[in-house]
């Protein structure tokens, strides 16, 4: 199957400046990685994904980059502000048997201090 | 409500009680899933049902029991469940074999075993 590895597990960083979170994953065969951010209390909800042929995508103040040859992609959040702050979780889908399946990382707590 | 729905929210039972974790979802998906989320763990599928045929079931113990009589509603039986099965459960949707692999998650049943 599928290992995604996320980190860091925990980040802080001050209002205005950027977050990093950095995934790997271990089969060639994913071919779409989302990202997902939880608040505390609420359900996880997709704010952007890549699909396997594009290197980079950008959505205002967020950007994911893909990197197929090294197998790791990353969420950039710039000019944070503090409703930030959430539980960030990133996967990769592969279809495995009769459906596809996502594979998730662990989470990264990010807290944006104002 | 839209989008996909989960009741109940909280649910504390004992461990000889019986209980039912329902999931509604109504975007017109034709594949479902349940998801255990524990603290300081990744997201652990543990069903998933793909046209109300369940195709995959991740060695999850048997006092979980799933159901799915169509391709809106989703059940979770729970019996006899241990102090470690408290967590929150989660159910998604998503259209399978269309091209898209979005899952979209309902807000959850937080459930503790006492």
């Known amino acids: 199957g599928e290992n995604v590895e996320q980190h860091p597990s925990t980040l802080s960083v001050q209002e205005g400046d950027s977050a990093v979170i950095k995934c790997t994953y271990s089969d060639s065969a994913s071919n779409y990685f989302p990202w997902y951010k939880q608040e505390l209390g609420k359900r996880p909800q997709l704010i952007i994904d890549?699909?396997?042929?594009?290197g980079e995508k950008k959505d205002q103040r967020i950007a994911v980059t893909l990197n197929k040859t090294a197998k790791h992609f990353s969420l950039h959040i710039t000019e944070t502000q503090p409703e930030d702050s959430a539980v960030y979780f990133c996967a990769a889908h592969r279809w495995g048997g009769a459906l596809g399946r996502l594979y998730f990382g662990r989470g990264t707590q990010l807290t944006v201090w104002p | 409500e839209t989008g996909v729905t989960q009741t109940p929210r909280h649910l504390v039972m004992g461990m000889t009680n019986k209980k039912s974790l329902k999931c509604e979802q109504h975007l017109g998906h034709n594949a479902m899933y349940w998801y255990k989320q524990s603290a300081k763990k990744p997201l652990e599928l543990m069903f998933v049902y793909s046209l109300e045929e369940r195709v995959e079931n991740n060695s999850v113990p048997s006092r979980f029991s799933p159901e799915c009589p169509n391709s809106s509603h989703l059940f979770l039986h729970l019996h006899t469940l241990q102090p470690e099965d408290s967590a929150l459960y989660l159910c998604?949707?998503?259209?399978?074999?269309?091209?898209?692999?979005?899952?979209?998650f309902g807000p959850g049943t937080r459930l503790t075993v006492t």
């Open positions: 998604a949707s998503s259209q399978d074999r269309s091209g898209t692999y979005e899952q979209y």
């Open positions: 890549i699909r396997s042929n594009v």
